[in-house]
Protein backbone atom coordinates (compact mmCIF):
# COMPACT_ATOMS: atom_id res chain seq x y z
CA UNK A 1 0.00 0.00 0.00
CA UNK A 2 1.10 3.45 -0.87
CA UNK A 3 -0.56 6.51 1.08
CA UNK A 4 -0.45 10.06 1.31
CA UNK A 5 -1.68 11.71 4.25
CA UNK A 6 -1.09 14.62 6.41
CA UNK A 7 0.03 14.82 10.04
CA UNK A 8 0.88 17.55 12.67
CA UNK A 9 3.95 16.89 14.75
CA UNK A 10 5.42 19.01 18.00
CA UNK A 11 8.96 20.23 16.31
CA UNK A 12 10.68 18.11 18.42
CA UNK A 13 9.25 15.05 16.75
CA UNK A 14 10.15 15.81 13.64
CA UNK A 15 13.69 15.06 13.61
CA UNK A 16 13.16 11.72 15.48
CA UNK A 17 12.23 8.89 12.57
CA UNK A 18 11.04 7.02 15.28
CA UNK A 19 8.36 9.86 16.84
CA UNK A 20 7.53 9.94 12.68
CA UNK A 21 7.12 6.37 11.81
CA UNK A 22 5.17 5.95 15.52
CA UNK A 23 2.76 8.87 14.66
CA UNK A 24 2.14 7.67 10.82
CA UNK A 25 1.12 4.16 11.98
CA UNK A 26 -1.34 5.55 14.40
CA UNK A 27 -2.87 7.92 12.16
CA UNK A 28 -2.98 4.88 9.19
CA UNK A 29 -3.98 2.49 12.12
CA UNK A 30 -1.32 -0.19 10.80
CA UNK A 31 1.14 -1.70 13.53
CA UNK A 32 4.38 0.15 13.12
CA UNK A 33 6.56 -3.11 11.64
CA UNK A 34 4.27 -2.75 8.48
CA UNK A 35 5.68 0.21 7.40
CA UNK A 36 8.78 0.26 4.67
CA UNK A 37 9.79 3.84 4.34
CA UNK A 38 8.21 7.79 4.67
CA UNK A 39 8.81 10.09 2.23
CA UNK A 40 8.40 14.12 3.20
CA UNK A 41 6.37 15.86 0.51
CA UNK A 42 5.46 19.06 2.41
CA UNK A 43 6.65 20.59 5.48
CA UNK A 44 5.09 23.94 6.88
CA UNK A 45 5.30 25.49 10.34
CA UNK A 46 1.83 26.39 12.02
CA UNK A 47 1.96 28.67 14.55
CA UNK A 48 -1.47 30.03 14.72
CA UNK A 49 -2.55 28.44 18.16
CA UNK A 50 -0.39 27.95 21.19
CA UNK A 51 1.23 25.02 20.89
CA UNK A 52 3.29 25.47 17.82
CA UNK A 53 3.07 22.56 14.96
CA UNK A 54 4.98 21.28 12.24
CA UNK A 55 2.87 19.98 9.48
CA UNK A 56 3.61 17.13 6.92
CA UNK A 57 2.68 15.71 4.04
CA UNK A 58 3.77 12.09 3.77
CA UNK A 59 3.95 9.41 1.51
CA UNK A 60 3.75 6.25 3.39
CA UNK A 61 5.30 2.79 1.79
CA UNK A 62 3.80 -0.12 3.66
CA UNK A 63 6.13 -3.48 3.27
CA UNK A 64 4.78 -4.67 0.16
CA UNK A 65 5.71 -1.49 -1.40
CA UNK A 66 8.78 0.32 -2.35
CA UNK A 67 9.65 3.80 -2.46
CA UNK A 68 10.23 3.95 -6.62
CA UNK A 69 10.65 7.99 -7.47
CA UNK A 70 14.02 9.58 -7.43
CA UNK A 71 15.35 12.92 -8.21
CA UNK A 72 16.07 12.35 -12.01
CA UNK A 73 19.95 12.56 -12.48
CA UNK A 74 18.99 12.06 -16.38
CA UNK A 75 21.23 14.89 -18.07
CA UNK A 76 18.99 16.86 -20.48
CA UNK A 77 21.25 19.44 -22.08
CA UNK A 78 22.41 19.31 -25.22
CA UNK A 79 25.81 19.83 -26.37
CA UNK A 80 25.41 23.75 -27.94
CA UNK A 81 28.61 24.64 -29.24
CA UNK A 82 27.76 24.60 -32.79
CA UNK A 83 24.17 25.36 -32.15
CA UNK A 84 22.22 28.31 -33.03
CA UNK A 85 23.98 31.90 -30.48
CA UNK A 86 21.17 32.88 -28.45
CA UNK A 87 23.07 35.99 -26.53
CA UNK A 88 21.82 36.75 -23.06
CA UNK A 89 22.60 39.90 -21.09
CA UNK A 90 23.06 39.44 -17.60
CA UNK A 91 23.36 36.29 -15.49
CA UNK A 92 20.78 37.08 -12.70
CA UNK A 93 18.06 33.99 -12.19
CA UNK A 94 16.45 35.22 -15.29
CA UNK A 95 19.16 34.80 -18.04
CA UNK A 96 20.87 31.73 -15.79
CA UNK A 97 17.28 29.77 -15.99
CA UNK A 98 16.63 30.77 -19.51
CA UNK A 99 20.66 29.61 -20.28
CA UNK A 100 19.74 26.07 -18.90
CA UNK A 101 16.54 26.21 -20.67
CA UNK A 102 18.20 26.63 -24.03
CA UNK A 103 20.72 24.24 -23.63
CA UNK A 104 17.65 21.45 -23.14
CA UNK A 105 16.39 22.59 -26.34
CA UNK A 106 19.69 22.94 -28.05
CA UNK A 107 20.27 26.71 -28.61
CA UNK A 108 23.91 28.03 -27.28
CA UNK A 109 23.13 30.49 -24.35
CA UNK A 110 26.37 33.18 -24.85
CA UNK A 111 25.97 35.11 -21.30
CA UNK A 112 27.49 38.75 -21.40
CA UNK A 113 27.46 40.04 -17.70
CA UNK A 114 28.75 43.39 -16.74
CA UNK A 115 30.03 42.25 -13.39
CA UNK A 116 32.82 40.10 -12.28
CA UNK A 117 32.06 35.98 -11.45
CA UNK A 118 31.06 35.05 -8.29
CA UNK A 119 34.69 34.81 -6.88
CA UNK A 120 36.06 38.23 -7.39
CA UNK A 121 32.41 39.85 -6.89
CA UNK A 122 32.44 38.70 -3.06
CA UNK A 123 35.80 40.82 -2.95
CA UNK A 124 33.89 44.30 -4.46
CA UNK A 125 31.23 42.94 -1.73
CA UNK A 126 33.28 43.04 1.17
CA UNK A 127 34.82 46.58 -0.32
CA UNK A 128 31.40 47.66 -0.18
CA UNK A 129 30.66 46.91 3.49
CA UNK A 130 33.95 47.51 5.24
CA UNK A 131 35.34 50.12 2.77
CA UNK A 132 31.99 51.42 2.06
CA UNK A 133 32.98 51.92 -1.97
CA UNK A 134 30.79 51.47 -4.29
CA UNK A 135 31.72 49.54 -7.53
CA UNK A 136 28.90 50.33 -10.28
CA UNK A 137 29.68 46.81 -11.83
CA UNK A 138 30.31 45.04 -9.29
CA UNK A 139 28.23 45.33 -6.27
CA UNK A 140 24.92 43.55 -4.62
CA UNK A 141 23.07 44.12 -7.51
CA UNK A 142 25.88 43.63 -10.27
CA UNK A 143 27.85 39.95 -11.01
CA UNK A 144 27.17 36.72 -11.21
CA UNK A 145 24.19 35.41 -10.21
CA UNK A 146 22.61 38.74 -10.34
CA UNK A 147 20.94 40.42 -7.16
CA UNK A 148 19.87 36.95 -6.26
CA UNK A 149 23.27 35.60 -4.81
CA UNK A 150 23.96 37.58 -2.33
CA UNK A 151 20.59 37.29 -1.00
CA UNK A 152 17.59 35.55 1.62
CA UNK A 153 17.87 33.04 -1.16
CA UNK A 154 13.88 33.29 -0.36
CA UNK A 155 12.14 30.62 -3.46
CA UNK A 156 9.00 31.10 -3.06
CA UNK A 157 6.62 32.92 -5.31
CA UNK A 158 2.49 33.65 -6.16
CA UNK A 159 3.35 33.89 -9.58
CA UNK A 160 2.79 29.64 -9.79
CA UNK A 161 0.80 29.90 -12.89
CA UNK A 162 3.76 31.17 -14.88
CA UNK A 163 5.67 27.92 -15.47
CA UNK A 164 7.39 24.56 -13.86
CA UNK A 165 8.22 25.98 -10.24
CA UNK A 166 9.05 22.41 -9.58
CA UNK A 167 11.50 22.12 -12.68
CA UNK A 168 13.54 25.40 -11.22
CA UNK A 169 13.57 24.01 -7.76
CA UNK A 170 14.76 20.65 -8.98
CA UNK A 171 17.68 22.51 -11.36
CA UNK A 172 18.75 24.29 -8.06
CA UNK A 173 18.98 21.42 -6.07
CA UNK A 174 21.14 19.17 -9.16
CA UNK A 175 23.25 22.23 -8.96
CA UNK A 176 23.77 21.85 -5.33
CA UNK A 177 20.95 23.67 -3.07
CA UNK A 178 19.61 20.66 -0.22
CA UNK A 179 16.34 18.80 -1.00
CA UNK A 180 14.60 20.64 2.17
CA UNK A 181 14.08 23.22 -1.27
CA UNK A 182 11.84 20.50 -2.19
CA UNK A 183 9.18 20.19 0.76
CA UNK A 184 9.28 23.28 2.47
CA UNK A 185 6.51 25.14 2.03
CA UNK A 186 8.49 28.41 2.22
CA UNK A 187 11.72 27.32 1.08
CA UNK A 188 14.92 29.45 0.96
CA UNK A 189 18.73 28.85 0.16
CA UNK A 190 20.71 31.28 2.04
CA UNK A 191 23.80 33.49 1.15
CA UNK A 192 26.35 30.92 2.20
CA UNK A 193 24.82 28.25 -0.27
CA UNK A 194 23.75 30.95 -3.44
CA UNK A 195 27.55 31.12 -4.55
CA UNK A 196 28.47 27.84 -5.44
CA UNK A 197 25.12 26.80 -6.80
CA UNK A 198 25.35 29.86 -9.41
CA UNK A 199 29.53 28.92 -10.21
CA UNK A 200 28.07 25.11 -10.38
CA UNK A 201 25.18 26.11 -13.43
CA UNK A 202 28.39 28.00 -14.94
CA UNK A 203 29.49 25.29 -15.24
CA UNK A 204 26.54 23.09 -16.71
CA UNK A 205 26.74 26.45 -19.16
CA UNK A 206 30.32 25.60 -20.31
CA UNK A 207 30.04 22.38 -20.54
CA UNK A 208 27.69 21.65 -22.40
CA UNK A 209 29.23 24.77 -24.73
CA UNK A 210 27.46 27.70 -24.18
CA UNK A 211 29.52 30.79 -23.34
CA UNK A 212 30.46 33.25 -20.70
CA UNK A 213 31.89 36.57 -20.71
CA UNK A 214 32.33 38.80 -17.54
CA UNK A 215 33.24 42.50 -17.12
CA UNK A 216 31.53 43.10 -20.28
CA UNK A 217 29.03 46.04 -19.64
CA UNK A 218 26.22 46.59 -22.99
CA UNK A 219 26.11 49.61 -23.81
CA UNK A 220 24.64 49.66 -27.31
CA UNK A 221 22.31 47.03 -29.40
CA UNK A 222 22.46 46.15 -32.89
CA UNK A 223 19.28 47.14 -34.80
CA UNK A 224 18.63 46.61 -38.42
CA UNK A 225 15.33 47.59 -39.65
CA UNK A 226 13.92 46.60 -36.46
CA UNK A 227 15.58 44.11 -35.94
CA UNK A 228 18.00 43.24 -33.05
CA UNK A 229 21.30 40.97 -34.50
CA UNK A 230 23.56 41.54 -31.40
CA UNK A 231 24.76 43.78 -28.37
CA UNK A 232 27.97 45.91 -28.07
CA UNK A 233 29.82 46.23 -25.01
CA UNK A 234 32.39 49.10 -23.60
CA UNK A 235 35.22 48.40 -25.51
CA UNK A 236 33.16 48.09 -28.76
CA UNK A 237 33.34 44.25 -29.08
CA UNK A 238 30.37 43.07 -30.79
CA UNK A 239 28.39 39.70 -29.81
CA UNK A 240 26.09 38.38 -32.67
CA UNK A 241 23.02 36.15 -32.04
CA UNK A 242 19.88 34.87 -33.16
CA UNK A 243 17.81 36.71 -30.58
CA UNK A 244 18.87 38.92 -27.73
CA UNK A 245 17.33 38.06 -24.37
CA UNK A 246 17.52 41.31 -22.23
CA UNK A 247 17.86 40.15 -18.70
CA UNK A 248 19.85 43.06 -16.81
CA UNK A 249 17.54 43.57 -14.01
CA UNK A 250 15.79 46.13 -12.23
CA UNK A 251 18.53 48.31 -11.05
CA UNK A 252 20.77 48.51 -14.87
CA UNK A 253 19.29 51.99 -15.34
CA UNK A 254 21.57 52.52 -18.17
CA UNK A 255 19.84 50.15 -20.17
CA UNK A 256 16.74 51.95 -19.53
CA UNK A 257 18.18 54.89 -20.60
CA UNK A 258 19.69 53.48 -23.44
CA UNK A 259 16.69 52.72 -24.63
CA UNK A 260 15.08 55.88 -23.92
CA UNK A 261 17.60 57.64 -25.66
CA UNK A 262 17.16 55.15 -28.89
CA UNK A 263 13.40 55.37 -28.93
CA UNK A 264 12.83 51.92 -28.20
CA UNK A 265 9.53 52.00 -26.14
CA UNK A 266 9.30 52.04 -22.48
CA UNK A 267 6.97 52.54 -19.70
CA UNK A 268 6.54 54.13 -16.55
CA UNK A 269 5.33 51.45 -14.16
CA UNK A 270 3.66 51.30 -10.35
CA UNK A 271 6.70 49.96 -7.90
CA UNK A 272 6.69 50.42 -3.74
CA UNK A 273 9.04 52.04 -1.81
CA UNK A 274 9.67 52.62 1.97
CA UNK A 275 12.09 51.44 4.35
CA UNK A 276 13.68 48.44 5.90
CA UNK A 277 12.70 47.55 9.64
CA UNK A 278 14.80 45.83 11.71
CA UNK A 279 13.79 43.98 15.04
CA UNK A 280 15.87 41.67 17.22
CA UNK A 281 14.65 38.27 16.29
CA UNK A 282 13.87 37.51 19.77
CA UNK A 283 11.21 39.60 19.85
CA UNK A 284 9.55 38.49 16.66
CA UNK A 285 9.58 34.91 17.33
CA UNK A 286 8.36 35.64 20.64
CA UNK A 287 5.27 37.29 18.94
CA UNK A 288 4.66 34.06 16.48
CA UNK A 289 4.95 31.56 18.55
CA UNK A 290 3.53 32.43 21.84
CA UNK A 291 6.86 32.04 23.81
CA UNK A 292 9.65 33.40 25.20
CA UNK A 293 12.05 31.75 23.47
CA UNK A 294 11.40 29.84 20.17
CA UNK A 295 13.85 26.41 21.41
CA UNK A 296 15.99 24.77 19.48
CA UNK A 297 13.54 22.70 16.82
CA UNK A 298 11.88 25.91 15.27
CA UNK A 299 13.62 27.78 12.83
CA UNK A 300 13.69 31.86 13.38
CA UNK A 301 9.99 33.08 12.78
CA UNK A 302 8.37 34.83 9.90
CA UNK A 303 6.30 36.80 9.05
CA UNK A 304 4.06 38.74 6.46
CA UNK A 305 1.66 41.85 6.84
CA UNK A 306 -0.44 43.63 4.58
CA UNK A 307 -2.81 46.96 4.73
CA UNK A 308 -4.20 49.59 3.09
CA UNK A 309 -3.94 52.76 4.24
CA UNK A 310 -5.91 55.79 2.68
CA UNK A 311 -6.30 53.50 -0.78
CA UNK A 312 -2.91 52.72 -0.61
CA UNK A 313 -1.10 49.32 -0.20
CA UNK A 314 1.63 49.09 2.43
CA UNK A 315 3.41 45.83 3.23
CA UNK A 316 6.25 43.91 4.12
CA UNK A 317 8.93 42.68 1.44
CA UNK A 318 11.72 40.60 1.26
CA UNK A 319 11.36 39.46 5.13
CA UNK A 320 14.87 38.04 6.67
CA UNK A 321 14.61 36.08 9.83
CA UNK A 322 17.75 35.79 11.34
CA UNK A 323 19.50 38.19 8.72
CA UNK A 324 21.03 41.26 8.10
CA UNK A 325 20.86 44.31 6.36
CA UNK A 326 23.21 44.92 3.39
CA UNK A 327 23.93 48.27 1.21
CA UNK A 328 22.35 47.54 -2.11
CA UNK A 329 23.37 50.73 -3.65
CA UNK A 330 24.88 50.59 -7.65
CA UNK A 331 26.44 54.01 -7.22
CA UNK A 332 28.48 56.09 -4.95
CA UNK A 333 26.30 59.10 -3.79
CA UNK A 334 23.13 56.50 -3.48
CA UNK A 335 21.72 55.22 0.11
CA UNK A 336 19.50 51.49 -1.00
CA UNK A 337 19.18 49.17 1.47
CA UNK A 338 18.01 45.38 1.43
CA UNK A 339 18.19 41.90 3.10
CA UNK A 340 19.55 38.35 3.16
CA UNK A 341 20.61 35.88 5.08
CA UNK A 342 22.74 32.89 5.48
CA UNK A 343 21.13 29.33 5.07
CA UNK A 344 20.83 28.85 9.22
CA UNK A 345 19.48 32.09 9.83
CA UNK A 346 20.81 32.47 12.76
CA UNK A 347 21.59 36.21 12.97
CA UNK A 348 19.65 37.87 16.15
CA UNK A 349 18.10 39.99 14.29
CA UNK A 350 15.00 40.09 11.89
CA UNK A 351 14.58 42.58 8.68
CA UNK A 352 11.82 43.16 6.37
CA UNK A 353 11.20 45.56 3.82
CA UNK A 354 8.29 47.72 4.32
CA UNK A 355 6.63 49.70 1.41
CA UNK A 356 4.27 51.67 0.38
CA UNK A 357 2.61 50.94 -4.02
CA UNK A 358 3.18 54.21 -5.66
CA UNK A 359 1.53 54.80 -8.80
CA UNK A 360 1.93 56.58 -11.35
CA UNK A 361 -0.46 59.20 -10.18
CA UNK A 362 1.83 59.59 -7.65
CA UNK A 363 4.70 60.96 -10.15
CA UNK A 364 3.05 64.13 -11.30
CA UNK A 365 6.33 66.20 -10.12
CA UNK A 366 8.64 64.09 -12.59
CA UNK A 367 6.22 64.14 -15.88
CA UNK A 368 8.88 65.59 -17.37
CA UNK A 369 11.21 62.44 -17.22
CA UNK A 370 8.09 60.49 -19.30
CA UNK A 371 9.34 56.69 -18.60
CA UNK A 372 11.76 57.54 -16.56
CA UNK A 373 9.60 59.23 -14.24
CA UNK A 374 9.50 56.21 -11.67
CA UNK A 375 13.19 55.67 -11.73
CA UNK A 376 14.14 59.70 -11.08
CA UNK A 377 11.78 59.60 -8.37
CA UNK A 378 13.55 56.54 -6.62
CA UNK A 379 17.16 58.24 -7.56
CA UNK A 380 15.92 61.32 -5.96
CA UNK A 381 15.19 59.90 -2.47
CA UNK A 382 18.45 57.47 -2.41
CA UNK A 383 20.13 60.68 -3.07
CA UNK A 384 18.29 62.24 -0.44
CA UNK A 385 19.40 59.23 2.25
CA UNK A 386 22.99 59.70 1.20
CA UNK A 387 22.86 63.21 2.13
CA UNK A 388 21.99 63.02 5.49
CA UNK A 389 25.56 62.03 6.13
CA UNK A 390 27.13 62.31 2.94
CA UNK A 391 29.71 59.90 3.92
CA UNK A 392 30.20 56.30 2.20
CA UNK A 393 27.73 53.89 3.00
CA UNK A 394 26.29 55.16 6.45
CA UNK A 395 22.03 54.98 6.16
CA UNK A 396 19.75 57.16 8.01
CA UNK A 397 18.38 55.43 10.95
CA UNK A 398 15.55 55.76 13.49
CA UNK A 399 13.72 54.08 16.63
CA UNK A 400 10.21 53.02 15.18
CA UNK A 401 8.35 54.26 17.74
CA UNK A 402 10.56 57.98 17.05
CA UNK A 403 9.08 57.22 13.81
CA UNK A 404 5.76 57.12 13.91
CA UNK A 405 6.09 60.29 16.21
CA UNK A 406 8.10 62.17 14.00
CA UNK A 407 11.06 62.87 16.31
CA UNK A 408 14.74 62.08 15.82
CA UNK A 409 16.38 59.49 17.92
CA UNK A 410 18.07 60.18 20.67
CA UNK A 411 20.47 57.59 20.13
CA UNK A 412 19.75 54.08 17.84
CA UNK A 413 19.44 50.21 18.87
CA UNK A 414 22.05 48.32 17.66
CA UNK A 415 21.85 47.00 14.58
CA UNK A 416 23.55 44.05 11.67
CA UNK A 417 24.02 47.02 9.28
CA UNK A 418 27.76 46.96 8.80
CA UNK A 419 28.92 49.87 7.17
CA UNK A 420 26.83 51.98 10.63
CA UNK A 421 23.51 53.98 10.60
CA UNK A 422 23.36 57.69 11.70
CA UNK A 423 19.96 59.06 13.73
CA UNK A 424 18.20 60.95 11.25
CA UNK A 425 14.42 62.44 10.31
CA UNK A 426 13.65 59.07 8.16
CA UNK A 427 10.20 60.41 8.04
CA UNK A 428 11.33 63.43 6.06
CA UNK A 429 13.63 61.59 3.75
CA UNK A 430 10.37 60.21 2.06
CA UNK A 431 7.95 61.59 0.29
CA UNK A 432 5.51 62.21 2.93
CA UNK A 433 2.89 60.26 1.40
CA UNK A 434 4.94 57.56 2.02
CA UNK A 435 5.95 58.51 5.39
CA UNK A 436 2.69 58.72 6.60
CA UNK A 437 1.11 55.87 5.01
CA UNK A 438 4.11 53.80 7.07
CA UNK A 439 3.86 55.67 10.49
CA UNK A 440 0.11 54.61 10.20
CA UNK A 441 0.42 51.27 8.87
CA UNK A 442 2.99 50.31 11.59
CA UNK A 443 0.22 51.06 14.18
CA UNK A 444 -2.02 48.57 12.40
CA UNK A 445 0.71 46.08 12.12
CA UNK A 446 1.11 46.11 15.91
CA UNK A 447 -2.33 45.45 16.38
CA UNK A 448 -2.18 42.35 14.44
CA UNK A 449 1.10 41.61 15.96
CA UNK A 450 1.06 42.51 19.41
CA UNK A 451 4.66 43.94 20.48
CA UNK A 452 5.58 44.69 16.59
CA UNK A 453 5.49 48.47 17.27
CA UNK A 454 8.53 48.58 19.43
CA UNK A 455 11.31 51.57 20.32
CA UNK A 456 13.84 48.43 19.77
CA UNK A 457 13.06 48.32 16.44
CA UNK A 458 14.62 51.05 13.83
CA UNK A 459 13.94 51.83 10.86
CA UNK A 460 16.49 52.08 8.35
CA UNK A 461 15.98 53.83 4.97
CA UNK A 462 15.71 53.56 2.04
CA UNK A 463 14.25 50.28 0.47
CA UNK A 464 13.54 51.95 -3.34
CA UNK A 465 14.85 48.70 -5.27
CA UNK A 466 11.68 47.00 -4.18
CA UNK A 467 10.66 46.42 -8.18
CA UNK A 468 11.06 48.24 -11.63
CA UNK A 469 9.75 51.38 -12.25
CA UNK A 470 9.90 50.82 -15.71
CA UNK A 471 8.73 48.40 -17.63
CA UNK A 472 9.85 47.09 -21.32
CA UNK A 473 6.58 46.58 -23.19
CA UNK A 474 6.41 42.96 -24.88
CA UNK A 475 4.02 41.25 -27.27
CA UNK A 476 2.06 38.81 -24.99
CA UNK A 477 2.19 36.20 -27.60
CA UNK A 478 5.50 36.15 -28.69
CA UNK A 479 7.45 37.64 -25.57
CA UNK A 480 9.45 39.62 -28.05
CA UNK A 481 9.94 43.92 -27.76
CA UNK A 482 6.60 45.35 -28.89
CA UNK A 483 8.79 47.13 -31.96
CA UNK A 484 12.19 45.21 -31.82
CA UNK A 485 12.03 41.71 -33.58
CA UNK A 486 14.07 38.88 -31.68
CA UNK A 487 14.63 41.18 -28.84
CA UNK A 488 13.21 39.58 -25.46
CA UNK A 489 12.74 41.49 -22.22
CA UNK A 490 13.02 39.80 -19.45
CA UNK A 491 12.99 39.19 -15.62
CA UNK A 492 12.52 41.58 -12.78
CA UNK A 493 14.02 44.63 -15.39
CA UNK A 494 11.57 43.79 -18.31
CA UNK A 495 8.76 44.30 -15.17
CA UNK A 496 7.57 41.26 -15.82
CA UNK A 497 9.33 39.33 -12.41
CA UNK A 498 9.63 40.01 -9.47
CA UNK A 499 12.03 37.62 -7.10
CA UNK A 500 14.01 34.98 -8.02
CA UNK A 501 11.57 32.05 -8.95
CA UNK A 502 9.55 34.35 -10.76
CA UNK A 503 12.42 35.65 -12.59
CA UNK A 504 13.93 32.77 -13.42
CA UNK A 505 10.65 31.30 -14.78
CA UNK A 506 10.42 34.62 -16.86
CA UNK A 507 13.95 33.04 -18.16
CA UNK A 508 12.62 29.37 -19.03
CA UNK A 509 9.39 30.79 -20.76
CA UNK A 510 11.57 33.45 -22.88
CA UNK A 511 13.51 30.31 -24.21
CA UNK A 512 11.05 28.44 -24.88
CA UNK A 513 8.85 31.47 -27.46
CA UNK A 514 12.53 31.46 -28.91
CA UNK A 515 12.47 27.80 -29.68
CA UNK A 516 9.46 28.20 -31.41
C1 LIG B 1 20.15 41.89 -1.22
C2 LIG B 1 19.01 41.29 -2.01
C3 LIG B 1 18.27 40.26 -1.45
C4 LIG B 1 17.23 39.66 -2.17
N1 LIG B 1 16.57 38.59 -1.61
C5 LIG B 1 15.67 37.91 -2.35
C6 LIG B 1 15.08 36.72 -1.85
O1 LIG B 1 15.38 36.25 -0.76
N2 LIG B 1 14.16 36.08 -2.64
C7 LIG B 1 13.81 36.57 -3.87
O2 LIG B 1 12.97 35.96 -4.54
N3 LIG B 1 14.35 37.70 -4.35
C8 LIG B 1 15.28 38.36 -3.63
N4 LIG B 1 15.86 39.51 -4.14
C9 LIG B 1 15.41 39.98 -5.45
C10 LIG B 1 16.00 39.08 -6.54
O3 LIG B 1 17.38 38.97 -6.35
C11 LIG B 1 15.65 39.63 -7.91
O4 LIG B 1 14.26 39.67 -8.02
C12 LIG B 1 16.19 38.75 -9.02
O5 LIG B 1 17.57 38.57 -8.89
C13 LIG B 1 15.88 39.35 -10.39
O6 LIG B 1 16.42 38.51 -11.36
P1 LIG B 1 16.84 39.03 -12.81
O7 LIG B 1 17.60 37.93 -13.43
O8 LIG B 1 15.63 39.53 -13.52
O9 LIG B 1 17.79 40.29 -12.59
P2 LIG B 1 19.10 40.47 -11.72
O10 LIG B 1 19.24 39.41 -10.71
O11 LIG B 1 19.08 41.87 -11.25
O12 LIG B 1 20.29 40.26 -12.76
C14 LIG B 1 20.59 41.19 -13.74
C15 LIG B 1 22.03 40.97 -14.19
O13 LIG B 1 22.27 41.78 -15.35
C16 LIG B 1 23.58 42.34 -15.25
N5 LIG B 1 23.60 43.57 -16.05
C17 LIG B 1 22.94 44.73 -15.79
N6 LIG B 1 23.21 45.63 -16.75
C18 LIG B 1 24.05 45.04 -17.63
C19 LIG B 1 24.71 45.48 -18.82
N7 LIG B 1 24.53 46.73 -19.29
N8 LIG B 1 25.53 44.62 -19.45
C20 LIG B 1 25.73 43.36 -18.97
N9 LIG B 1 25.15 42.90 -17.84
C21 LIG B 1 24.31 43.73 -17.18
C22 LIG B 1 23.74 42.59 -13.76
O14 LIG B 1 25.10 42.68 -13.41
C23 LIG B 1 23.05 41.38 -13.15
O15 LIG B 1 23.95 40.32 -12.94
C24 LIG B 1 16.90 40.14 -3.45
C25 LIG B 1 17.64 41.19 -4.02
C26 LIG B 1 18.68 41.76 -3.31
C27 LIG B 1 19.47 42.89 -3.92
Avoid: W
Avoid at 119 to 128: E, F, N, Q, S, V
Avoid at 301 to 306: G, K
Amino acid sequence: MIKEIEIALLPEQVNIYNSLEKAVAQAIRIPREKINFISILKRSIDARKAKVLIRLKVKVYTLESHPTEEISSENKYKYVQNADPIIIVGSGPAGLFAALRLLELGLKPIIIERGKDIHLRKYDIADLNREQKVNPDSNYCFGEGGAGTYSDGKLYTRSTKRGDLNDILQKLVSHGASCDILIDAHPHIGTDKLPSIISNIRETIINHGGEFYFERKIVDFLIKDSNIKGVIDQSGSIYEGKSVILATGHSARDIYELLNSKEILIEAKPFALGIRIEHPQQIIDSIQYHSKSRGQFLPAATYQLVTQVEGKGVFSFCMCPGGIIVPAATEEGQIVVNGMSNSRRNSPYANAGMVVSVELSDLQAYQSHGALAGLKFQEDIEKAAFNVSGNGQIAPAQRMTDFINSKVSANLNSSSYVPGLVSASVHEILPSFIAKRLQQAFVVFDDKMKGYLTQEANIVGVESRTSSPVRIPRNPETLQHIQIKNLYPCGEGAGYAGGIISSALDGVAVAEKIRK
